[in-house]
DNA sequence: CGAGCACTTGATCGCTTTCAATAGCTGTGG
DNA sequence: CCACAGCTATTGAAAGCGATCAAGTGCTCG
C-alpha cells in the first residue's frame, strides 16, 4: 500500500493533523464541505513540491513528513525560509505565483484543496480564517526568532539553537516533559541545517562535532542525537534559559 | 499644537492610512464601532513604546513616523526584526505578553485600540480579521526576504538591499515611477540598519562611503540619497534585475 | 567654546568560508 | 562477493570578510 493510499478516503475526523491544522476549527458541516474540495498527493523525499515562479492551483497542509520553503539566488546561493511540520499550511489564499520553491525534505503526504473553492471557503468560513490567521501569526514569530538566530549568533549558537527548536518539539509531540534526556532523529541533512541556518555544510559539520566533543550532545550514527540536558544545550544557543516560554 | 494633538478627534474617513491599514476593509458602521474604542498616542524620537516580557493592554497602527521591532539578546546583541511603517499593525490579538521591544525610530503617532474591545470586534467583524489576515501574509513574506538577506548576503549587499526596500517604498507612495533618479532620506541611523542587517555600524558606514565611491549612491549630508540607477542598485542587492515583482 | 552624538576611517584579529582530501555508507553490476 | 560510483559527512589548511579596537571628524546644542 503506498503512503498516499494510506490516507485516501480518509474521514477529516480521523485525520493525525485534524486538530492543529487550517481545519482545527471547523464544524462538522465545515468539514464535510471541505472533504469535497480535498485529495491527497504524496512526495518522494528530495522531490520538488512546488518551483518558484509557478502558478500555484491548490493550497494544503502537511499531513506527513517535513518539507522545506526554500529562495534561491542567481549564482546559486540558497536560504531556507521555512520548514513545514505536520499540520502547517501550504499557499497564500489569493497569490497566483509561487514565491519560493517547496521541497519534499522526507517523503511526504500532503492534504490539498483546489485554490478557488478554497478561497471561496475563506469568505463564508469565518472558522478557517480565524484559523489561518493564528497559523500564520505563529509562522511570522517564529520567522523573527530566525531572524535573531541568522543576524546575531554565532555558528556554535546556531547549531545549537536548530537542535533545540527541533527537540522541543519531539518533546511536545511525544508529551515527554523538559527533564531527563531527549532523544531524536535529525529530519535535515547537514546541508539542509546550513541552508537554514546561513552556514556552510562544513561549518555545521564541525560545530555538532565540537557540541559533541563539549558533551552538549551525543551522537549515535550521523542523525540519531541524545541531548543529556537541554538546559545546557539552550545556554549554548544564548537563549534564556529561565524557561521563559511564549504562549 | 502637540503632534498626538493634530490627530485627536480625527474622523477614520479622513484618516491618512484609512485605506492601508487593518480597518481598511471596514463598512461605515464598523468604522463607528472602531472609532469608539480607539485613542491616539505620540511618542518621541528613540521612545520605547512596548518593552518585551510587558503585558500588552492595546493593538493599533502606526500612522505616522516609523518603529521598529527589535528582540535584544542577555548579552547585548540585538537584531531588528520589523520595521514598522505608516499603517503597519502592532500586537496580536490574544497575546498577553509582548515579545519584542518597540521602539519609535522617528517622532510617531499610533492608532491604539483597547485589546478587550478589539478582540471582541475580531470575532464579530470580519473585514478586520481578513485585512489582517492579508497584512500577517504580507509581514510573513517581508521576514522571509529578510531571512535571505541576514543568511547568505555580503556586507555590500544587504546594503544595497536595504536601500533598494526603502527606494521602492518611497517610490510607491510618491507615485513616481522607477525610471530616472529616486532621492530619499534615510529613515534610519547607521546603528539602525547594522541591527536591521545583522551587521556593525562600522560596516555599514564602510560599504556605505564604499557604494559611493562606486557612484551606485549619491550623499548629500548623512541621510539624504540620491539613486541614479535603480536597476545598477539591484544588481548590487545581488536582486533579479528583471523587475519580476510579487503580487 | 566644549560636550555629546552620529558618523567615518584605519589597523588588526578571528571566525567562517573556501578549497581539498578522505572516510563511511548504500546500492549496482560484473 | 567484491569493486566501484555516488552520496553524505568529517577533517585539515589557508584565505577572506566582517568584527573589534581605536582615533578622529563634523555637527548640534547648551
Do not use: L
Given at each position: 500500500m503506498t503512503l498516499k493510499a494510506q490516507f485516501d478516503h480518509t474521514n477529516c475526523g480521523e485525520c493525525p493533523i485534524r486538530h492543529r491544522a487550517?481545519?482545527?476549527?471547523?464544524e462538522r458541516d465545515e468539514l464535510e464541505e471541505l472533504e469535497g474540495i480535498k485529495y491527497y498527493r504524496s512526495f518522494e523525499a528530495g522531490q520538488t513540491i512546488i518551483w518558484s515562479g509557478d502558478p500555484m492551483n491548490f493550497v494544503g497542509s502537511v499531513v506527513s513528513g517535513i518539507a522545506s520553503l526554500t529562495q534561491t539566488m542567481e549564482d546559486g546561493r540558497t536560504q531556507m525560509v521555512g520548514l513545514l511540520l505536520p499540520s502547517d499550511f501550504v499557499g497564500r489564499p489569493g497569490?497566483?505565483?509561487?514565491?519560493y520553491d517547496v521541497v519534499a525534505t522526507t517523503d511526504l503526504v500532503m492534504c490539498c484543496f483546489r485554490k478557488k473553492p478554497f478561497e471561496e471557503m475563506m469568505v463564508t468560513t469565518p472558522h478557517i480564517a480565524q484559523r489561518l490567521l493564528q497559523m500564520t501569526l505563529d509562522e511570522l514569530d517564529a520567522a523573527r526568532e530566525w531572524m535573531l538566530v541568522l543576524g546575531r549568533k554565532t555558528a556554535r549558537e546556531k547549531i545549537a539553537s536548530l537542535l533545540s527548536i527541533i527537540a522541543r518539539r519531539d518533546a511536545s509531540i511525544h508529551q515527554s516533559g523538559m527533564a531527563g534526556p531527549i532523544v531524536f532523529d535529525l529530519p535535515l541533512t547537514r546541508e539542509a541545517m546550513a541552508d537554514y541556518l546561513g552556514l556552510t555544510l562544513e561549518t555545521v559539520s564541525r560545530q555538532i562535532s565540537a557540541l559533541k566533543k563539549d558533551q552538549v550532545i551525543t551522537l549515535e550514527g550521523k542523525r540519531h542525537v541524545t541531548i543529556p540536558d537541554m538546559g545546557r544545550l539552550m545556554e549554548e544557543a544564548g537563549d534564556d534559559t529561565d524557561g521563559g516560554f511564549l504562549v
Open positions: 487550517v481545519c482545527a476549527h471547523c497569490r497566483e505565483i509561487a514565491p
